[in-house]
Nanobody, 124 residues
Framework: QVQPVESGGGSVQAGGSLRLSCAAS????????MGWFRQAPGKGRAFVAR????????AYADSVKGRFTISRDNAKKTVYLQMNSLKPEDTGVYYC?????????????????WGQGTQVTVSA
């Protein structure tokens, strides 16, 4: 499996929206859950959202619930993160990765094949 490639980040004012994409070419993409994490300067990598292999089960961090939506298109080998009503505290580098270990899906140690990340900056 190869690294996924994140895109769609940028700068936006509070209340705005962005849609992030995570494209992967691995042959087992459709068999794995995928997660989005974010990291602010000096902080650890924090869970944002996760979606199972079929796209039928999703999970979100409490801080983004009701504002963010994760989805996937297995034909395109792409996972999306629609981010609405953005807040300054959403600022950070957003990464996607494959979930390779079962258990706590909000634990970054359960994931591998991290992308390079895409910067999201939300101004007040």
């Amino acid at each position: 499996q190869v690294q996924p490639v994140e895109s769609g980040g940028g700068s936006v004012q509070a209340g705005g929206s962005l849609r992030l994409s995570c494209a992967a070419s691995g042959r087992t993409f459709s068999d794995l859950a995928m997660g989005w994490f974010r990291q602010a300067p000096g902080k650890g990598r924090a869970f944002v959202a996760r979606i199972n292999w079929s796209g039928t089960i999703t999970a979100y961090a409490d801080s983004v619930k009701g504002r963010f939506t994760i989805s996937r298109d297995n034909a395109k080998k792409t996972v999306y993160l629609q981010m609405n009503s953005l807040k300054p505290e959403d600022t950070g580098v957003y990464y996607c990765a494959h979930q390779v270990l079962s258990g706590d899906y909000d634990d970054s140690r359960k994931y591998d094949n991290w992308g390079q990340g895409t910067q999201v900056t939300v101004s007040a």
